[in-house]
C-alpha cells in the first residue's frame, strides 16, 4: 500500500495554490469613484457626469482604469498634475515632481466642462495616455507646457474650443504642440482660425488634421510645404470644408496642390468659395487657375476683385452684342416684308421732290425774265420844265 501512501504527500503542495488562487479571484475590485460611472469594471471605462458639482477631476479614479469620462462638470480650471493629485492639500508639490497615479489611462475624454484654463504640466502622471479630448470647451488660457509628460499622445481633438482665446491662444497652441512627435490626429474643426498652427502641420507622423468649419481664406506656399514629408512618410489628410476661400490669386498654390493630391483632401469637391462675389458658392476645384489674377500690389485685396470680374464683364458684352444683333435682324426683316410699301413711299417721296423742284425753277425763271422788270419812275424834277406845263 506504499503507493496510496503517497498519495497525500502529493496533495499537501497543491492544497496552498488553490487558496492563493480563490484569495485572488475573491479580491474585491477597486471601488468607483463618487458622482462617477463605471461600466465593466473600472479596467475599461469610466464615467463622470455630475453637471456643476464636479469642480475637479475626481482624485479617487482607480489606478488600473484605462478610459476615463468627464463630461457636463464645472472644472474651468486644470491646474499643474490635475489627474496625478496635485490639486489634494499638501500634495501638489509631490505630485508635480513625478507622481504617476493613473499609469495605464490611454484615453481621457474632457468635453462640454467649461474648462478655460489649462495650465503648464496639467496633464502629467499620465505617461500612457493615447487619445485627449478637449472639445467644446470655452478656452482661453493655455499654458505653453498643458502637453509635456504626453509622449505617447496620439490623438488630440480640440473641435470648438479655441474661438474666444484669439491670436495669444494659438501661439501658446503652436507651442503646446511642439514636443508632442507621436501625434497622429488633430481636431481643430469649429475654432474660427484664419491660419492653422505651424506645429501642428508639422508633426512628422501626423496623419490627419481637421481643419473644418474655420475661417481660413486659403493656404500658402509655406503651409503647403509644411504638410509634405519625407524619408518615406505617408502625407496627412487634410479636411477643409465649409472653409470662407478667397479664390484670388492667392489661392493658386492652394488650387494646384489640391489637383496634384485630391486624395489626401477627402472633402476637396466640398470647398467652395466665398470670395470674390463673382465667385461666391463657386466649387473650387472648377475654377480656371489662368483667370485667378489680380492687381499688382493687392495680392489679397480689392485687386482680385477687379481682375476675376473680368469674365463676368466679357459675357455682358457679348450679350449686349447679341441683342442688338437681334434688334438689327428684326429692323432688316421689317424692311424686307415692307418692301413695297417702301419702295412706293420712296416713289412718291421722289415725284414730290421733283414737283418742289420744278416750282422753285419756275419761279427762278419769272423772275430773270427783263420784260417783266417795272419801268423805272421818272425824276421829281421834270415836272417842272415840260412844254405842257403852262408856266
Known amino acids: 500500500m506504499a503507493p496510496r501512501s503517497g498519495q497525500p504527500e502529493q496533495r499537501g503542495p497543491l492544497l496552498p495554490g488553490l487558496l492563493l488562487v480563490a484569495a485572488a479571484l475573491s479580491r474585491p475590485a477597486a471601488p468607483c469613484p463618487f458622482q462617477c460611472y463605471c461600466f465593466g ?63 495605464l489611462l490611454s484615453a481621457l475624454r474632457l468635453t462640454h466642462n467649461n474648462i478655460e484654463v489649462v495650465e503648464d504640466g496639467a496633464f502629467d502622471g499620465l505617461p500612457s495616455l493615447t487619445a485627449l479630448d478637449l472639445s467644446n470647451n470655452p478656452l482661453r488660457a493655455l499654458g505653453g507646457g498643458a502637453f509635456r509628460g504626453l509622449p505617447a499622445l496620439r490623438s488630440l481633438q480640440l473641435n470648438h474650443a479655441l474661438a474666444r482665446g484669439g491670436p495669444t491662444l494659438l501661439a501658446a497652441l503652436d507651442t503646446a504642440l511642439a514636443p508632442l512627435d507621436e501625434l497622429r490626429l488633430v481636431g481643430l474643426a469649429g475654432n474660427a482660425l484664419s491660419r492653422l498652427p505651424p506645429a501642428a502641420l508639422s508633426r512628422p507622423r501626423l496623419e490627419q488634421l481637421d481643419a473644418r468649419l474655420n475661417a481660413l481664406t486659403g493656404l500658402g506656399p509655406d503651409e503647403l510645404r509644411a504638410l509634405e514629408r519625407d524619408g518615406g512618410l505617408p502625407a496627412p489628410r487634410l479636411l477643409l470644408a465649409d472653409n470662407p476661400l478667397s479664390c484670388g490669386c492667392a489661392a493658386r498654390p492652394l488650387l494646384a496642390w489640391l489637383r496634384n493630391s485630391t486624395e489626401r483632401v477627402p472633402d476637396a469637391r466640398r470647398l467652395r468659395c466665398a470670395a470674390p462675389r463673382a465667385l461666391q458658392d463657386r466649387p473650387f476645384l472648377d475654377l480656371d487657375e489662368a483667370r485667378l489674377r489680380c492687381a499688382d500690389g493687392d495680392a489679397y485685396g480689392r485687386g482680385e476683385e477687379v481682375e476675376l470680374a473680368g469674365p463676368e464683364l466679357e459675357a455682358s458684352y457679348v450679350f449686349f452684342g447679341l441683342v442688338l444683333a437681334l434688334i438689327g435682324l428684326i429692323f432688316l426683316m421689317v424692311l424686307y416684308l415692307n418692301r413695297r410699301g417702301i419702295q412706293r413711299w420712296m416713289r412718291n417721296l421722289r415725284e414730290a421732290c421733283r414737283d418742289q423742284m420744278e416750282g422753285y425753277h419756275y419761279r427762278y425763271e419769272q423772275d430773270a425774265d427783263p420784260r417783266r422788270a417795272p419801268a423805272p419812275a421818272a425824276p421829281a424834277g421834270s415836272r417842272a420844265t415840260s412844254p405842257g406845263s403852262g408856266l
Not at 463622470?48 to 469620462?69: H, I, K, W, Y
Not at 480650471?77 to 507622481?99: H, S
Open 41 to 103: 469594471g473600472p479596467k475599461l471605462l469610466l464615467r463622470c457626469a455630475s453637471g456643476a458639482e464636479l469642480r475637479q477631476p475626481p482624485r479617487d479614479v482607480p489606478p488600473d482604469a484605462r478610459n476615463l469620462t468627464i463630461v457636463g462638470a464645472n472644472l474651468t480650471v486644470l491646474r499643474a498634475a490635475a489627474f496625478a493629485g496635485g490639486d489634494a492639500d499638501g500634495e501638489e508639490e509631490e505630485a508635480a515632481a513625478g507622481g504617476v497615479r493613473l499609469p
